[in-house]
């Protein structure tokens, strides 16, 4: 008896999260309005997260973007990555799939079990959610305005702390290093003459773009993606911008001259 009083004490210890069996669910399909209304009464913190998270609003994704428009697997399958890269493409997926986590996730792919809670140890290397949904935030659990502390919790998960600092610091300095070459090219930029033409308008785009790349090459852990598509290409992007202003000014100084001799 006492034996049995002991275990039961234990049980809520090991019970995960207090979610119902698929088939006990009602089983929809529902429409995205009756998916907030009713898990709004349910979990007002989660819809909460969401909508001041980045996938709500008109652009975004709806709960089914992620989780389909049935109760049938639909944690499961919001946890593969495929969920998010199939809206995702480009540099967000493209620089995860060349970091160490990528590659492992990718490998493991068919071990995984995706029906595990995206909490720390479930996983052996962390996919898109692991990361950006973790422990069910809605929100971005990887935004900048959560803080480092957040992101040091979840990495040292699987690393040691002494280790994670250490990439939080070097990311820091290439961010730093990124957002000098940023603010000097758009010195550069906006001290020729207006309006700015179409050539320098474009090659700001390039500016930014690439200063996005430096912060995924970072924020996955990808140094080749930020080797080929990060750094190097910002300094691609200053060359450019020294020989445009460069043609430019002396076209002006060109005409100028043109009209000085024509006025004479
Ligand atoms: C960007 C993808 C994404 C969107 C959008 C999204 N979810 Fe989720 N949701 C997830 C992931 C991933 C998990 C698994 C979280 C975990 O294991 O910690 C999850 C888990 C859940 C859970 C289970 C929580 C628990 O206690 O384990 C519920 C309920 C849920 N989502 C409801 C919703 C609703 C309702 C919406 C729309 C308002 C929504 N989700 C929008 C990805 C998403
Ligand atoms: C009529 C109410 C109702 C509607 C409508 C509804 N749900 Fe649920 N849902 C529930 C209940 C009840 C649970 C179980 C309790 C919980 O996990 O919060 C649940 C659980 C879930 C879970 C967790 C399942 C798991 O295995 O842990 C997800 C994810 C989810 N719902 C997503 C959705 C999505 C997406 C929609 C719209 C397509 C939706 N729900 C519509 C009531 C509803
Ligand atoms: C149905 C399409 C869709 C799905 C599925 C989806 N997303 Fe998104 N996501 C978007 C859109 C649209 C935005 C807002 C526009 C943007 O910034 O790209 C966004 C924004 C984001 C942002 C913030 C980007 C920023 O610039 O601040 C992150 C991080 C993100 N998603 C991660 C994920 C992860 C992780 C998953 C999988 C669990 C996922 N998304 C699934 C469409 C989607
Ligand atoms: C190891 C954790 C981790 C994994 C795995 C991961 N991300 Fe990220 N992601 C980050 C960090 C950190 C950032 C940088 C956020 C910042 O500093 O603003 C980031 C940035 C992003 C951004 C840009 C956000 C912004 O503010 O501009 C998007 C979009 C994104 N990730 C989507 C994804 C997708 C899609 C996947 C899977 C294909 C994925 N991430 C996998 C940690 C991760
Ligand atoms: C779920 C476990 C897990 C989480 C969470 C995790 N990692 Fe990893 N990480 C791994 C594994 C496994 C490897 C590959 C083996 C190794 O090199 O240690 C790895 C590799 C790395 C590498 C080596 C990359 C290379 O090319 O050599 C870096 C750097 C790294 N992780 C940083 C981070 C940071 C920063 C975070 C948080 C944003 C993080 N990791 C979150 C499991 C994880």
Not at 81 to 97: K, L
Not at 124 to 132: A, D, I, K, L, V
Not at 167 to 196: H, M, N, V, W
Not at 250 to 258: F, G, L, P, Q, Y
Request: glycine letters at 10%.
């Amino acid at each position: 008896m006492k034996g049995t009083l002991c275990l039961l004490m234990l049980l809520p210890l090991f019970t995960p999260h207090p979610t119902l069996a698929d088939d006990l669910l009602p089983p929809g399909p529902f429409t995205e309005s009756e998916c907030i209304n009713c898990h709004n009464e349910l979990d007002p913190e989660l819809i909460r997260q969401w909508r001041e998270g980045p996938h709500a609003g008109t652009s975004g994704s709806g709960c089914s973007g992620c989780h389909g428009d049935r109760h049938t697997g639909s944690a499961g399958t919001a946890r593969e990555d495929q969920v998010c890269t199939g809206c995702h493409e480009g540099p967000a997926s493209h620089s995860y799939a060349t970091s160490k986590h990528g590659i492992i996730t990718r490998l493991a792919k068919r071990r995984q079990d995706w029906q595990q809670p995206l909490q720390r140890g479930n996983y052996r290397s962390p996919g898109c959610s692991y990361c950006h949904l973790h422990d069910r935030d809605h929100g971005d659990t990887m935004a900048s305005s959560q803080g480092p502390e957040v992101r040091h919790w979840i990495c040292s998960g699987c690393h040691s702390p002494r280790y994670v600092r250490e990439q939080f610091a070097s990311g820091k300095r290439q961010l730093d290093i990124a957002d000098l070459k940023l603010s000097e090219g758009e010195t550069l930029i906006s001290s020729t003459i207006e309006p700015e033409p179409d050539m320098l308008l474009s090659l700001r785009q390039d500016l930014i773009r690439h200063r996005q790349n430096v912060l995924l090459g970072v924020g996955h852990q990808s140094p080749d993606y930020q080797w080929w598509h990060g750094q190097p290409a910002l300094d691609g992007d200053l060359i450019r911008i020294r020989d445009a202003i460069y043609t430019l000014n002396r076209t002006e100084n060109n005409a100028r001259n043109a009209t000085s001799i024509e006025k004479d």
